[in-house]
C-alpha cells in the first residue's frame, strides 16, 4: 500500500513528509508501458504529485502538475480526480538514454532543463492559482524545491527516486522538509545535514520503509509523526469523457457515429477506451432530473 507520512519537527517550526508511491509507479508502468527511465521521470512527478495534493484543503479541490523542459520526453502531466489519489502520463513513454557516468538512468537529460514547472491549483475560486518557474536542471528534485521557494516563499529541501529491477519499480518515493517562518539557522543546519543521507532515497525505501525513516532521522527533533494516509493511482475519467461528448452536441455525435459506426474516445491517462454507438444516444444525452 502506497503512503505519506506528515508530521512537525522542533515542536511546530518545520513540517515533513515521507511519501512511498511504489505501487503507483507500477501501476503508471502497466498502464503507459513506461520505459525505466519514462517510469523514473514520471514516477518522481507523480511523487510530487501526491505531496501536492495531500496538502490541498477541500475535498473538492483540484490540482494540475505540467513539467516541460524541451526534453525528449516531452511534457509530464500530472492530476488527480479524488482526494488521496494521482495519475499521470508523459508524452514519449518509450524514451531512453544511455546511463549517466555514475551509473544512474539520465532523468535530466530525458525530461531537459529549458522550460518550466507549473502548478495549476483549483480552489474553488473565481480563478485558479498557477505556480511557475524556471526548470534548474530536470532532475525534478531540485525543480520542485526551485519552485517551492521561488514560487511560494518556502524554504525546503527535496528528494526523490525511483528504484527498477527486472520486475517493474522495486521502490519509489521521497521526502519533502519544509522550514516553517520561526525555524532558525541551527534547525535550517541540521534539517540540511540530514537531508544529505537521502542521496539514493529509493533505496533506503526499499530497505527500511518511510516509518523507519522517519523515526530514524527525525524522531529526535521534538517531533510529531502523524498517522499515514493512503495514496493510490486513480483516474475517474468517465464522467468528464460524457462531458465531453455532450459538449459536441447530440446531432454532431449522430453525424459521426452514422458516418464511422462509432464514436471511440481513450483516456490518456488510464488508457480505457469508450465506444458509443446509436443505441447509447438517448443515455447520452439525457437531461439530469
Known sequence: ?????????????????????????NKAIKIHDLTPLAAAALGRALTIGAYIETNLKSES????????????????????????TVKGLVENPQ?????????????????????????????????PYIGRCKLVSGELAEDYTNYL????????????GVLN???????????????????????????????????N?????????????????????DAEIFPAEKLGYKCDCWAKIRRIVRGLGRAEVEDIIKEQGMLEIKCD???KNYVYTEKDLDYLFEEKK
Open 201 to 221: 532515497v529509493s533505496q533506503l525505501i526499499a530497505e527500511k520503509g518511510i516509518e523507519e525513516i522517519a523515526n530514524f532521522y527525525f524522531g529526535h527533533l
Open 149 to 160: 521557494y521561488k514560487s511560494e516563499g518556502i524554504l525546503n529541501a527535496v528528494a526523490l
Open 1 to 25: 500500500m502506497d503512503k505519506i507520512i506528515k508530521g512537525v519537527l522542533f515542536n511546530g517550526k518545520a513540517r515533513i513528509a515521507l511519501i512511498e508511491s511504489t505501487e503507483t509507479v
Open 61 to 84: 479541490d483540484r490540482f494540475n502538475l505540467i513539467i516541460n523542459g524541451g526534453g525528449p520526453i516531452g511534457k509530464i502531466y500530472v492530476s488527480s480526480d479524488r482526494p488521496h
Open 95 to 127: 524514451v531512453d538514454l544511455p546511463i549517466r557516468k555514475d551509473g544512474k538512468l539520465d532523468v535530466g537529460g530525458a525530461v531537459g532543463k529549458n522550460g518550466d514547472l507549473v502548478v495549476v491549483k483549483d480552489l474553488g475560486l473565481k480563478e
Open 269 to 271: 491517462y488510464c488508457r
Open 165 to 199: 529491477d527486472s520486475n517493474g519499480c522495486k521502490a519509489a518515493g521521497g521526502i519533502i522538509i519544509e522550514a516553517l517562518p520561526d525555524a532558525d539557522d541551527n534547525m535550517v543546519f541540521i534539517l540540511e545535514d540530514i537531508m544529505s543521507n537521502f542521496t
